[in-house]
């Protein structure tokens, strides 16, 4: 209970269009909780990881003992500022993939529940009747939402308000299409029980082709991720061996005079960067790349790149690891030779 009224304390500081977005995707991702709890809950988050982002500025940049200045009050309040939209971004992506997993699992059921829908009719019961006995156990979260529109409509409802309802519950463009074609039917005077069927057949149509457009695009995909993780760290860690070995070559043709420089006019100019900086552009450079190749990912295996955001992770610490593997390797490899 004491949670309860921090967090409700704390949401109402919430803007209201944090409330209003909080609550539509409880609402898909069929979770059945206060939205006003769950936005404090969530600001009490981004508070306490702004402030461990801050503690750790504090124990790792800043000195111990030393007074603070303006100018480190400012880069605490950024760390804080970089803590709460880590959070917030973690936070949403957690939403989100529970949104896609839940609407993936209710995609894979939908045909056999419009199946089902179609018996009933045939067996001589009303729309509304079928639709709400269709709902069994082993279509899992599906069964559940049905018999909440159906608690929520009431019992003079048509099977158009119920598929209706229903489509608001799940993120999928599936069953909203569905939807949409029941509705012409019912509008045209179609037949109910045959416009399901056909509505289950190409659904599992489409599920046969994303299928085989998964197992297509999975060679792309491998290969984006052998050129950011082997490749790419290979070449960039090269680059930036080779800045050192150049500078190396340029102090020691100074030391002899100038002549060695005039004969080779590759030694006469200046090198405006420097091994430390083409390293952090190493690893800006890898960090970045991981997260466009994830995206892309994503839109080769599902349409949607931000499905392909949770790859990011493993994209980023592989290849970080084998930049730095490779700069201990070709180091070693050239010392050797000079």
Request: with cysteine; proline share 3%; charged share 15%.
């Amino acid at each position: 209970m004491k949670l309860s009224r921090t967090y409700r304390r704390l949401a109402s500081v919430a803007p209201k269009g944090l409330i209003n977005h909080i609550k539509g995707e409880l609402s898909l991702s069929g979770v059945r909780a206060d939205p006003i709890e769950v936005a404090g809950g969530w600001l009490l988050l981004y508070l306490l990881y702004g402030t461990v982002a801050v503690a750790l500025y504090a124990a790792l940049v800043h000195e111990t003992g030393s007074v603070w200045d303006a100018q480190q009050y400012i880069s605490a309040f950024d760390f804080f500022l970089v803590g709460v939209i880590i959070t917030a971004i973690a936070l949403e992506l957690n939403t989100y993939y529970s949104i896609r997993s839940r609407a993936k699992k209710m995609e894979k059921v939908l045909p056999d529940f419009l199946l089902l829908i179609a018996s009933n009719m045939r067996a001589g019961m009303t729309p509304f009747t079928a639709f709400v006995r269709a709902a069994r156990p082993e279509f899992g979260e599906l069964s559940a939402e049905v018999v909440a529109a159906s608690s929520n409509l009431g019992a003079t409802a048509s099977l158009n308000d119920a598929l209706d309802e229903l489509s608001k519950r799940f993120d999928s463009l599936i069953l909203h299409r569905v939807v949409v074609v029941f509705k012409k039917g019912v509008r045209s005077g179609g037949k109910l029980a045959s416009l399901l069927v056909s509505s289950a057949e190409e659904i599992r149509k489409i599920h046969d082709l994303q299928a085989e457009l998964v197992i297509s695009t999975r060679t792309y995909a491998i290969f984006l991720g052998f050129i950011v993780i082997i490749i790419m760290p290979f070449l960039l860690s090269l680059s930036g061996q080779f800045i050192t070995m150049f500078l190396q070559v340029k102090a020691q043709t100074a030391t002899v005079g100038t002549g060695v420089s005039r004969a080779i006019p590759m030694f006469g100019g200046e090198i405006l960067v420097t091994p430390e900086e083409m390293t952090n552009l190493g690893y800006f450079s890898l960090v970045l790349t991981s997260i466009l190749v994830s995206c892309l990912a994503g839109v080769l295996m599902s349409g949607r790149a931000l499905d392909g955001v949770k790859y990011a992770p493993l994209f980023i610490v592989s290849s970080i690891v084998m930049f730095l593997l490779s700069r201990i390797f070709i180091g070693g490899m050239l010392s050797s030779l000079t």
